[in-house]
């Protein structure tokens, strides 16, 4: 079981990336797919997260509106389409996925049993 992150890279504010989180191992169109984020000298942070065949959505007040999970079913893989970005955004990205979790609980790095590498976005002002 691996998850594969990708699609990192430096841009400046307001651009956009699109990260990919493709799964090896896994159907992830059945787990619960969230991404986090860590920044230097900070805690692992929940940005997103998609479940699993219910369609739910949802996403951290910092990046509502700025931000939109999506998958390709077919392609086995999740994104995380980034507009807007912000120095503020700088960060390592991790996708990780979970056969169990709850909805009071999707915002905990605690929760996912599988995780990729992770994938460097910096933003520059």
């Known amino acids: 079981v691996q998850l594969q992150a990708s699609g990192g890279g430096l841009v400046q504010g307001g651009e956009s990336l699109r990260l990919s989180c493709s799964g090896s191992?896994?159907?992830?169109?059945?787990?619960?797919m969230g991404w986090f984020r860590q920044a230097p000298g900070k805690e692992r942070e929940w940005v997103s997260y998609r479940g699993s065949r219910d369609g739910t959505r949802a996403y951290a007040d910092s990046v509502m509106g700025r931000f939109t999970i999506s998958e390709d079913v077919d392609e086995n893989t999740v994104y995380l389409q980034m507009n807007g970005l912000k120095p503020a955004d700088t960060a390592v990205y991790y996708c990780a996925a979970s056969a169990t979790v709850i909805a009071s609980a999707v915002m905990s790095p605690a929760a996912y049993g599988s995780w990729g590498q992770g994938t460097l976005v910096t933003v520059s002002s």
């Open positions: 191992g896994l159907t992830l169109e059945g787990f619960g």
